[in-house]
């Protein structure tokens, strides 16, 4: 479940730069470059932040038969 979160705030962040780049001039000197600068930085950390938590995220593990019970670890120590 968490894999489309991810991926729905990728598509809405891209979706927002493709109506937004249009829209921004960076090179405008004053609080509007700054802002659009800002806003661009932003959204490259959002997208980053998503994309990597989208691939880096684990894999659950297996559950063991029907009844989703886990399947116990080997233990490490000596067995009496």
């Known amino acids: 479940m968490n894999k489309n979160r991810y991926l729905l705030y990728l598509l809405l962040c891209g979706l927002m730069l493709y109506y937004a780049l249009p829209r921004i001039s960076i090179g405008i000197h004053g609080p509007e470059g700054l802002f ?43 067995s009496v």
């Open 36 to 78: 659009a600068s800002a806003w661009l930085l932003f959204a490259l950390f959002v997208i980053a932040g998503n994309l990597s938590a989208f691939l880096y995220t684990p894999k659950k593990q297996k559950l063991a038969g029907a009844r989703g019970e886990r399947i116990p670890k080997k233990s490490q120590g000596t």
